[in-house]
């Protein structure tokens, strides 16, 4: 999954493509370097952020959608908790919602259903709605999949739809990213997809020391242990330097 931010604060690229042209050469250029998706978003998720409102991101992302999905030939996601911001979006050529509300909205899930979409539900640290009395943060994180995956079904929405995110950089802290990514065999699934989503992010910095661009390394060396642990999508900013890797990582780990 190719990260295409459309918001002028993002914490690694914010402010290089937030123009329909700019962003459409990125995207061309991602589905080239070896995209399965596309996750367009113009809400910044980076901490102290200041959120859009659902009309201020629908207005951003009517400026791209349908123009993107228009010119180029490969499944979309919009990264928004916004129902009204997926409904559009759904409605011009996007087949997946990637939400990191971390909360059970009926609305979304209604649109879901409507749709018959993708759905990436994350576990948010900040906002998770989660009952858990765990200590750990991989039990509380195992422990709002379930409620979550439940929640889909009471609500006849199929884990076919369904892709599950550990919420790396919105867990609370270093270790706690850590132990989800040395963890992700035991909060994968089988059910339904997992994504890891830890492109670039602190704990690559922290971990690796690295600086700018240079933690694509971390970034790489962290999705080949996912990959190793169950992980089926990963979402990053550096697509063809990935994609070689967890090629190469698919073909030892599972002989694809």
Partial sequence: M?????????????GKYNSPQKALEQALKMVQDGA???????????????????KE???IIKEYIPFLTEK???VFSVD?????????ALN?????????????NEKMAETVKTHKCGWIIMYNGRTAENNSDKNSVTDKVSDFFSQMLE?????????????????????????EDIELIKNTAILKNKSCAYLTALSNKRVVKNSSGAVGEDRVFGTLAAN????????????????????LAINTADRIIRGK
């Fill in 224 to 243: 080949v242990l996912a990959v190793a642990g169950g992980a089926d999508f990963v979402r990053v900013h550096n697509v063809k330097e990935n994609r």
């Fill in 92 to 104: 011009n050529g996007v087949a997946v919602i990637n939400d990191v509300s971390g909360v059970f």
């Fill in 2 to 14: 190719g990260i295409l931010n459309v918001t002028p604060d993002s914490f690694y690229d914010g």
């Fill in 80 to 88: 928004t908790f916004y129902p009204e911001v997926a409904k559009y």
């Fill in 36 to 54: 399965d998706i596309i996750d367009i978003g113009a809400n910044s998720t980076r901490p102290n952020a200041e959120v859009l409102s659902a």
């Fill in 151 to 175: 929640k889909c079904n009471s609500f006849g929405i199929s884990s076919e739809y369904i892709m599950l995110d550990a919420g790396i950089g919105f867990t609370g802290g270093f270790d």
């Fill in 72 to 74: 180029v030939n490969t």
């Fill in 57 to 59: 991101e629908l207005n």
